[in-house]
C-alpha cells in the first residue's frame, strides 16, 4: 500500500452545531472536534441526533447554527454551505446505496471520475481498490448480483478509492448477519486506518464502538453528552445514560454511607458495595449503583469475603469461553455474570463485584 | 434531502415554464398597428365553408381575417364565456335562436342591414331591429330515407304517429347536435305551442322514437337500417345524398326555416365594425356566395341563398316547392335550454 | 431495481430545508480549503423567494383557471354572466332536479368504476409482478394502449358493436337487444369508465407490489394460510396502492366527458360532466350552474380523498428495506395458467379491442359505417394524404405536444419528487395541499377549465394589467401543461419513491455537483419512466380537443380541432380516418423511441427496465 501515504487526512471541528426540523430539534448544540487520522465513533440510540450529525459533515444537511469546520476551513454554518461535492470526502451508507445501473468497477470508478482521474490510473485504483476488499474479479457484475456483505465491500471501496480526507461511515453494519458484521467490522477498521483519513462513524452498537473507536460521543437526544477515549467512557460515564448506553449488567439502589475519594461505598440493605461516583455524591444520599457485566464474578454461596451479593441463578447461558448467567439478587436482577462453569437454575450463588467496574450516580431524576 | 435542491429545482421549474412557454409564444398574434388599413376581423364560425370564404373576402378586400372555426356549441360556449369583454368582431353560424339570445343580451349590432335584394324567404329571415344578416337557408326538420327501403315515405308530422313507423323514426339530440333546436322549437311553433309540442314529442318516444347523440350517428343508423326515417336538418340530409345516391329527401308540411346568420358585437370598436359588414356585404355579395357554394359541397353548402340572382347547388329542389314556416327566434331561443334538458329527461329513450 | 430498494422507508427522517448552492467544483481541488471552496450565501430568504416564485407560477398555470370558474358560481357578475354580485342560487339549481339526479349518478358511476378498475387492476399487478405469466410484456403494452385511447373512442366502439343492425347482428344475423339495453346504460357507462381506470389503478398498485418483497407471504405460509389466506394477507399490504387507486380511478371517472356525451347521454342516464357541458353548451349558456356543479364534483373529489386519509392513516406500510427479499416470479401452470391467459385476453379484448373495432369501422366505411364487406374503402385515408389543409394543423399540434410534454416532464418530476418524499409535518400539509389540487385539477371536464381561462385571462381587470394571454398560444400551452402535468407527476411518482434518497446523496458525497448528481444517478434510474411519461403525455396532448377548441388562438387550428372541422363538415370518414392516422403515428413514434432507448442506452439502464 504505497500510494495510502498520499492522503492527506482532514481535522474536523464541529462548534455549537444547532439543526431543527420545525419545532423539533435533531441537534442541539453539538461541539466535537476529529483530530486528523483519528477514527471518532458516534454512539446513539435511534433519533439521538447521530444520522443528522453525519449529515451535517457530508454536507447533506444544513445547520441552522453553529460552524462546521473541516481542515480548518469553515465548510458551514447558519449562512454558508460548501456542497458535499466539494468537501473532499467519501461516504459508506447503511443501504450500501449503489447504483444498480452501473456495474461495480463503474460504481467503484465514480469518485474518481468526478475527479478527472486518468483512465489508465482509474483501472489501476479500481482494481486495487477492489483487491483490498476482496473483491477483486468482481468488476463486471452488476450490484444485484452480488449478496448483501459484497455489496457494502464495493461501497467501502467505493469510499476508499478517491483517497478522502475525511472517511464517514453510516451505519454500514446494520444491514448485515452478525458473523459478516463481525469481519466486515475488523476490515473496516484496518482499512480505514491504513488509508490515513479521518473517520467518522456512526452505529447504534455499543460492542461495535468500543472495537473500532479512537475516540467515542455519545449522543442523547440531540447533544453530545460525552465525548472520550473508550476507556474513560466505560469507567467514567458521564451520566446514567452513558453507561446504560455503553453496556451494563444491571442496577441497584442504595444509599451512600461514606465517600472515599473517587470512590464511595453504598449500603443496597444488606451489603456495603464500594463504587466509583459519578457527580457529587454525599452520606446519606440515595443512589443507583450501575454494574458493569464485566465487574461481576460468580461464586459458590457461603463465600467469605465483603460485598458479596446472594442471589439465585434465574437462567444459565453458554458463551464458549464459559458461562453466562442471570442471578436475582435482593433488589434486582444482575446479568451476564460470568462463569467458567456452569451454575444450573435455581442454585443460590454470590456474586462478587469489582469496585473499579461499579459506577455509583445519585441522580435524583433516576433514582424516582 | 438535498440542502437546497428543491428551491433550485423550484426555480428550474419556473425556468423551465418560461422557455416553454417563450418558445411556444413565437407563433402568438402581435396586435395590428396600421391605422390606414382597414381594421383587422376576428371570425367566429361553425360554418363548414367559412375558410373559403374567408380566404376569398381576404384576396378581394385585403382586410386581414383571423378564423376561428368550431362546432356551433364550444364556439357558442366560448361567446359566453367572453362576455365581459368578446374577442370576437363577427359571429357566424346556424339557428336564429342563437343570435336572438345575444341580441337580447344586448351583444350585437343593432339597425344593420347590407343593401342587397333579399329573396322572399331571405327577407323572412331579417329581424325586426336588425340584429343579424341572414347568409343562407336551410330547413329544419328535412326527412332522409332510402327509397329501396322505405318506397312510402310519410306524408305528414301526423303520419310519424301511426303504427308503420313505430321503432323506424329517428334523430339527434338537440341538447348535443346544434342545429337540432330549431327543428323541435319549429314543429312546437307549427302545432300550436310548447305543450303541444311536448305532447308530440312524447307521443313520438311511445311510438319508438329513437335519438341519437348526433348527425352522424343517425345518417349511420339509417345506413345500417336501424331506422328507416331520418329527421335532419335539409344540408346534412342532402349532404348525405352526395355520399349515398340511394338515399332521397322529402320535405313535409311544414319544415322550418333555418338560417345561417352573421352577427356583429356590438361592443366591437367602429373600424372593426366597418369591416365586419364588408365582410357580411360581401358574403351576400354573388362573388361571397360562390364562395360558400364551393367552400364545402358535401356539407354546408347546400343551402338556398336568400338573395336575388344567385342559384342553389343542382341537388337541392326549388325553395318554392318547400312547405315552409318561419319562427320567431325572439320568442324560442329563450327557451332552448329548458327545451333541451326536457327532450334529454323525457325523450331520449 | 433491486434487493436495495426504497430502504428510504426506514431512514430517519430529514427534510432537506437545508441551504444550497450551485455545484460547481472549484479549481479541481481535492481537499476544501478556505480560499478553494467558496461558501455561498443562500439563506433562508431567497429560499423563501425561490418558492413563492415557484408557487406564483403553479398557481398560475393550475389555480387561476379552476378558481375563475368555480367563482362564477358565486359571483356571477364579476364575470359578466349574471346580474347578482353575489348569489348562491346557481348551487340551488344545481341540487334540484335533474341535475342532483345526474350528481347522483356521477357519484354511484365513479365508486363502481373505481371498484372495477381497482380489482381488476389489483389483478393485472398481481399477475404480472408476482407470476411468470405468458406474454408479459404484451400484457403490459397493452396497459399503456389502453392508457391511449380516448375514451370516446371506446363508446364509439361499444355502440357499433351492439346498435341495432350493427356488428354483432350482422356478424350472427340477431339482435342482441339484451346486451343493447345492458351495454347502452348505466352498466356500459360503468365499465368503460372503470376499463379505462385500469392502467392508473394497475400503476398505483404495482408500486407497491413491487416493494413487497416475499417475506410476509412467506409469514402467512408458514403460519398456515392457504392460497385464499395469502391473497388476502397480500391485499391487505397492498391498502395504500389500492386507495390510491381508488381515489384516482374515482377522479378520472367523474370528470369523464367523452362516454358522458355518449353512451351516458343515449341512455338516460345523465352524468354530471354531461349535466355541466350541457349549461354551457346549450344557448344561453348557463356557467354559474355549470360552475355550482364544478364545486359538486370537487367536493365529491374531497370526499374521496378524505377516505383514502381514514382508511391509511396512523397505519405505517413502511414494509420496503434494503433487505427485502425481491419476490421470485412463481411459474403459472396447468389450469392457473389458462385462467390467467382467458382473464387477460377477455379484459383486454373488451377494453382494447371494442374501441380499435369503434375506430376502424367508422373510419374504414365510406358511408357511415356499414358492416358490409363491399363498403370497405380506403378513399378516407387517401383523402387524409391529401389534404393539405390538415398539414398546418398536425404540425401546430406536433409542436404544441413536444413543448407539454417536455415542460410537463420537467415540471411532473419536481411535483413527483416532493410528493414522493416524506418529511416534516410542515411540509406534509403543503403536499397535501398540492395533491388535493392536482386531484381537482383532474375532477374538472377540460371544456369548463378551459372556460375557467377564459373567464380569469378575459377579465378586463386582468388583461388591464397588462397580461394579453387569452387567444396567444401561451395560453393554449398553459392550459394543456395544466391538464397535463397531475397525470404526469401521477406517474413519476410510484417510480420516485422507489429510487432511495441515498443513492443521489452517494453521488454527491462522492464529489458529484447537483446536476451531474442527477445525471447520473436519478436519469438512468428513471430513464425507463421519464422516457413513457413524456411519450405518453405528448400522445394524450396531441389529440386534446375540450380545451384546444376553447383557447385555441384565431387563425391557428389545432389537428383536433381540423379534425372536428372535417367531421362537422358532414366528411365523417375522413375526420375518424385522420384520428386513426394520427394514433397510429403516435404509436410509431413510441415504437422508434422505445426501439432507440433499446438501441442506444447503455446497458446499464437496460436492466433497470420494470415495464
Not at chain 3, 392460497?227 to 369523464?256: H, N
Not at chain 3, 388583461?463 to 391538464?483: D, K, R, S
Amino acid at each position: 500500500m504505497t500510494s495510502t501515504n498520499e492522503v492527506s487526512a482532514s481535522r474536523l471541528e464541529i462548534n455549537d452545531v444547532v439543526k431543527r426540523y420545525g419545532a423539533h430539534t435533531a441537534l442541539d448544540g453539538v461541539s466535537l472536534t476529529a483530530e486528523a487520522g483519528e477514527f471518532v465513533v458516534l454512539l446513539g440510540p435511534s433519533g439521538s441526533g447521530k444520522s443528522t450529525l453525519l449529515r451535517v459533515v457530508a454536507g447533506i444537511e444544513g445547520v441552522d447554527e453553529g460552524r462546521v469546520l473541516l481542515g480548518n476551513a469553515l465548510v458551514a454554518d447558519r449562512r454558508s454551505h460548501v456542497p458535499p461535492e466539494q468537501r473532499g470526502l467519501a461516504m459508506v451508507f447503511q443501504d450500501y446505496a449503489l447504483w444498480p445501473h452501473l456495474t461495480v468497477a463503474d460504481n467503484v470508478a465514480y469518485p474518481l471520475r468526478r475527479k478527472r482521474v486518468g483512465r489508465r490510473e482509474a483501472v489501476d485504483r479500481v482494481g486495487g481498490a477492489l483487491e483490498r476488499v476482496g473483491l477483486a474479479g468482481y468488476e463486471k457484475r452488476y450490484p444485484s448480483e452480488l449478496s448483501g456483505g459484497e455489496q457494502q465491500r464495493v461501497a467501502l471501496a467505493r469510499a476508499l478509492v478517491g483517497r478522502p480526507g475525511l472517511l464517514l461511515f453510516d451505519e454500514p453494519l446494520s444491514n448485515l448477519d452478525a458473523d459478516l458484521r463481525e469481519r466486515l467490522r475488523v476490515e473496516i477498521a484496518t482499512l480505514a486506518r491504513e488509508s490515513g483519513a479521518t473517520a467518522v462513524y456512526i452505529t447504534h452498537d455499543q460492542a461495535e464502538a468500543f472495537a473500532l473507536a479512537d475516540v467515542i460521543g455519545v449522543l442523547d437526544q440531540g447533544r453530545l453528552v460525552q465525548f472520550d477515549r473508550p476507556e474513560t467512557i466505560y469507567r467514567h460515564p458521564a451520566n446514567p445514560f452513558v453507561a446504560r448506553f455503553t453496556g451494563l449488567a444491571g442496577e441497584l439502589a442504595g444509599q451512600v454511607t461514606r465517600v472515599d475519594g473517587e470512590f464511595v461505598v453504598l449500603d443496597d440493605g444488606e451489603q456495603r458495595l464500594r463504587a466509583r461516583a459519578v457527580g457529587r455524591l454525599a452520606a446519606g444520599d440515595p443512589a443507583r449503583l450501575l454494574v458493569r457485566p464485566a465487574a461481576t464474578r460468580i461464586l459458590p454461596a457461603g463465600s467469605p469475603g465483603d460485598g458479596l451479593l446472594a442471589g439465585t441463578v434465574v437462567d444459565v447461558a453458554y458463551r464458549g469461553r464459559g458461562y453466562d448467567h442471570v442471578v436475582a439478587v435482593r433488589n434486582g436482577t444482575l446479568s451476564s455474570v460470568f462463569g467458567e462453569q456452569a451454575w444450573s437454575r435455581g442454585t443460590e450463588v454470590h456474586v462478587a463485584l469489582d469496585p473499579e467496574g461499579c459506577i455509583a450516580h445519585g441522580d435524583p431524576a433516576l433514582i424516582g | 434531502m438535498w440542502a437546497g435542491t428543491r428551491s433550485r429545482a423550484m426555480l428550474a421549474l419556473v425556468a423551465a415554464t418560461v422557455v416553454g412557454l417563450g418558445a411556444s409564444a413565437c407563433g402568438s398574434s402581435s396586435p395590428a398597428t396600421s391605422s390606414a388599413s382597414p381594421a383587422p376581423l376576428v371570425v367566429y364560425s361553425a360554418q363548414g365553408y367559412d375558410k373559403a370564404v374567408v380566404d376569398a373576402f381576404q384576396k378581394a378586400t385585403g382586410i386581414q381575417v383571423k378564423l376561428v372555426d368550431d362546432s356551433t356549441g364550444p364556439l357558442l360556449a366560448k361567446v359566453a364565456a367572453e362576455k365581459s369583454a368578446p374577442q370576437w368582431s363577427l359571429l357566424w353560424a346556424d339557428g336564429a335562436e342563437a343570435f336572438a339570445s345575444l341580441d337580447s343580451q344586448g351583444q350585437l349590432l343593432k339597425g344593420y342591414e347590407p343593401n342587397v335584394a333579399w329573396t322572399a324567404a331571405g327577407q323572412s329571415a331579417v329581424p325586426q331591429d336588425k340584429s343579424y344578416v341572414p347568409t343562407g337557408l336551410t330547413m329544419a326538420g328535412a326527412i332522409l330515407y332510402d327509397p329501396a327501403k322505405t318506397p312510402n315515405p310519410p306524408t305528414s308530422w301526423q303520419d310519424l304517429l301511426s303504427p308503420a313507423w313505430q321503432g323506424k323514426v329517428g334523430m339527434p339530440n338537440p341538447a348535443i347536435s346544434g342545429p337540432t333546436y330549431p327543428f323541435v322549437a319549429g314543429m312546437m311553433n307549427q302545432l300550436g305551442g310548447e305543450d303541444q309540442g311536448k305532447a308530440y314529442f312524447t307521443q313520438l318516444k311511445t311510438h319508438g322514437l329513437q335519438v341519437f347523440n348526433t348527425n352522424p350517428d343517425s345518417l349511420h343508423a339509417l345506413t345500417t337500417g336501424a331506422i328507416q326515417i331520418d329527421l335532419a336538418q335539409s344540408s346534412a340530409a342532402f349532404a348525405a345524398i352526395v355520399k349515398n345516391p340511394n338515399l332521397k329527401v322529402a320535405f313535409l308540411d311544414k319544415v322550418s326555416l333555418l338560417p345561417g346568420a352573421i352577427g356583429i358585437d356590438a361592443k366591437a370598436p367602429a373600424p372593426v365594425q366597418d369591416s365586419a359588414k364588408k365582410f357580411a356585404e360581401f358574403v351576400l355579395s354573388p362573388a361571397g356566395q360562390q364562395a360558400m357554394l364551393a367552400g364545402n359541397p358535401n356539407g354546408d353548402s347546400l343551402y338556398w341563398p336568400p338573395v336575388n340572382g344567385v342559384s342553389p347547388l343542382p341537388s337541392l329542389p326549388q325553395l318554392s316547392s318547400v312547405a315552409y314556416q318561419t319562427v320567431d327566434p325572439y320568442l324560442w331561443g329563450p327557451k332552448e335550454s329548458e327545451i333541451n334538458s326536457w327532450f334529454t329527461q323525457n325523450v331520449v329513450k | 431495481m433491486t434487493a436495495n430498494n426504497g430502504a428510504s422507508a426506514l431512514a430517519p427522517v430529514t427534510d432537506d430545508r437545508g441551504q444550497g448552492s450551485s455545484a460547481r467544483p472549484v479549481g479541481g481541488s481535492r481537499l476544501p480549503g478556505p480560499a478553494r471552496s467558496r461558501p455561498r450565501w443562500n439563506g433562508p430568504a431567497t429560499r423563501r423567494l425561490a418558492w413563492s416564485a415557484a408557487a406564483l407560477v403553479v398557481g398560475l398555470v393550475m389555480l387561476a383557471p379552476v378558481l375563475g370558474f368555480l367563482l362564477v358560481a358565486i359571483t356571477p357578475r364579476t364575470f359578466g354572466q349574471g346580474d347578482a354580485w353575489f348569489t348562491l342560487a346557481p348551487f340551488r339549481s344545481a341540487l334540484s332536479g335533474a341535475t342532483l339526479q345526474s350528481v347522483l349518478n356521477t357519484a354511484i358511476t365513479g365508486v363502481a368504476a373505481a371498484v372495477i378498475a381497482t380489482v381488476i387492476g389489483t389483478a393485472l399487478a398481481l399477475l404480472l409482478g408476482r407470476t411468470k405469466v405468458a406474454g408479459a410484456g404484451l400484457w403490459r403494452l397493452g396497459l399503456w394502449a389502453l392508457l391511449l385511447a380516448p375514451s370516446y373512442l371506446e363508446a364509439l366502439g361499444w355502440t357499433r358493436l351492439v346498435e341495432r343492425d350493427g356488428v354483432l347482428a350482422g356478424l350472427f344475423g340477431t339482435d342482441f337487444h339484451w346486451l343493447h339495453q345492458l351495454v347502452m346504460g348505466p352498466a356500459g357507462v360503468i365499465w368503460v369508465l372503470g376499463s379505462r381506470g385500469v392502467p392508473f389503478a394497475f400503476l398505483a398498485v404495482s408500486g407497491v407490489v413491487r416493494g413487497l418483497g416475499r417475506d410476509f407471504e412467506d409469514a402467512a405460509r408458514v403460519h398456515g394460510a392457504g392460497p385464499w389466506a395469502r391473497l388476502r394477507i397480500t391485499v391487505g399490504l397492498l391498502a395504500p396502492g389500492l386507495w390510491a387507486a381508488l381515489a384516482i380511478v374515482f377522479a378520472e371517472a367523474i370528470s369523464d366527458y367523452g362516454v358522458a356525451a355518449t353512451l351516458a347521454a343515449g341512455s338516460h342516464f345523465p352524468i354530471a360532466t354531461f349535466a355541466l357541458a350541457g349549461a354551457v353548451t346549450n344557448f344561453p349558456a348557463d356557467y354559474p350552474t355549470a360552475a355550482a356543479l364544478g364545486w359538486l364534483l370537487m367536493v365529491l373529489v374531497v370526499l374521496a380523498l378524505l377516505a383514502q386519509r381514514m382508511a391509511t392513516r396512523g397505519r405505517s406500510y413502511a414494509v420496503l428495506s434494503g433487505r427485502t427479499r425481491p419476490v421470485r416470479p412463481v411459474p403459472l401452470r396447468g389450469w392457473r395458467s389458462v385462467l390467467a391467459l382467458a382473464g387477460l385476453s377477455l379484459f383486454f379484448l373488451l377494453a382494447l379491442g371494442v374501441p380499435l373495432l369503434g375506430t376502424v369501422s367508422a373510419s374504414l366505411m365510406g358511408n357511415f359505417g356499414t358492416v358490409n364487406a363491399h363498403s370497405f374503402t380506403l378513399e378516407a385515408y387517401q383523402q387524409v394524404f391529401q389534404r393539405s389543409d390538415l398539414l398546418a394543423p398536425v404540425l401546430l399540434s406536433v409542436r404544441l405536444a413536444l413543448i407539454t410534454a417536455t415542460v410537463a416532464l420537467i415540471g411532473g418530476v419536481l411535483i413527483a419528487r416532493l410528493l414522493a418524499r416524506r418529511g416534516g409535518a410542515a411540509r406534509g400539509k403543503a403536499v397535501n395541499v398540492l395533491d388535493l389540487l392536482m386531484l381537482g385539477a383532474v375532477a374538472l371536464p377540460a371544456i369548463v377549465l378551459g372556460a375557467g381561462y377564459i373567464f380569469t385571462y378575459n377579465l378586463p381587470a386582468v388583461t388591464g394589467l397588462g397580461i394579453q394571454l387569452y387567444g396567444t398560444i401561451t395560453l393554449l400551452v398553459i392550459g394543456l401543461l395544466a391538464g397535463a402535468l397531475p397525470q404526469a407527476s401521477r406517474l413519476l411518482m410510484g417510480s420516485f419513491s422507489q429510487v432511495q434518497d441515498s443513492l443521489l446523496a452517494a453521488a454527491r458525497v462522492h464529489g458529484a455537483g447537483t446536476t451531474r448528481a442527477w445525471s447520473t444517478t436519478m436519469l438512468p434510474l428513471l430513464s425507463g419512466s421519464l422516457l413513457w411519461t413524456w411519450l405518453l403525455t405528448f400522445a394524450d396532448r396531441l389529440l386534446e380537443l375540450p380545451l384546444a377548441s376553447m383557447l385555441y388562438p384565431p387563425g391557428q387550428q389545432p389537428l383536433s380541432v381540423a379534425v372536428t372541422t372535417l367531421i362537422n363538415g358532414y366528411d365523417f370518414a375522413a375526420g375518424t380516418a385522420s384520428l386513426v392516422v394520427a394514433c397510429v403515428g403516435i404509436l410509431a413514434v413510441i415504437g422508434v423511441a422505445l426501439a432507440l432507448f433499446r438501441l442506444l442506452a447503455p446497458a446499464g439502464w437496460r436492466r433497470l427496465e420494470q415495464r
